[in-house]
């Protein structure tokens, strides 16, 4: 098993910056890739960014170039650098694990971009 924390959601005016924090639990040995998840009210869950083992990244088209995800190893924690919010990014977003046990879930963190 595998247990998921995280923080850093909010409420941020457009323009404005958060990191997000995921820090993992349990059997995190078998994990060969994080990634950061986003849902909107209506909307089905998409990924917004995931580093594999190899520090390979990928991220939505929507946020390239303004979001960050990065992994601290000693931490066992990934992070997710939001800049240049905009409204359109609010949404509860999780974190997430894929370990060859399986894929597991953080409990999600709201982040709400509005002047």
């Known amino acids: 098993q595998v247990q998921l924390v995280e923080s850093g959601g909010g409420l941020v005016q457009p323009g404005g910056s958060l990191r997000l924090s995921c820090t993992a639990s349990?059997?995190?040995?078998?994990?060969?890739?994080r990634g950061w998840y986003r849902q909107a009210p209506g909307k089905q869950r998409e990924l917004v960014a995931a580093i594999t083992s190899e520090d390979n990244t990928n991220y939505a088209n929507s946020v390239k170039g303004r979001f960050t995800i990065s992994r601290d190893n000693a931490k066992n924690t990934v992070y997710l650098e939001m800049n240049n919010l905009k409204a359109e990014d609010t949404a509860v977003y999780y974190c997430?694990?894929?370990?060859?046990?399986?894929?597991?879930w953080g409990q999600g963190t709201q982040v709400t971009v509005s002047s």
């Open positions: 349990g059997s995190i040995f078998r994990i060969y890739r």
């Open positions: 997430c694990a894929d370990s060859f046990y399986g894929t597991y």
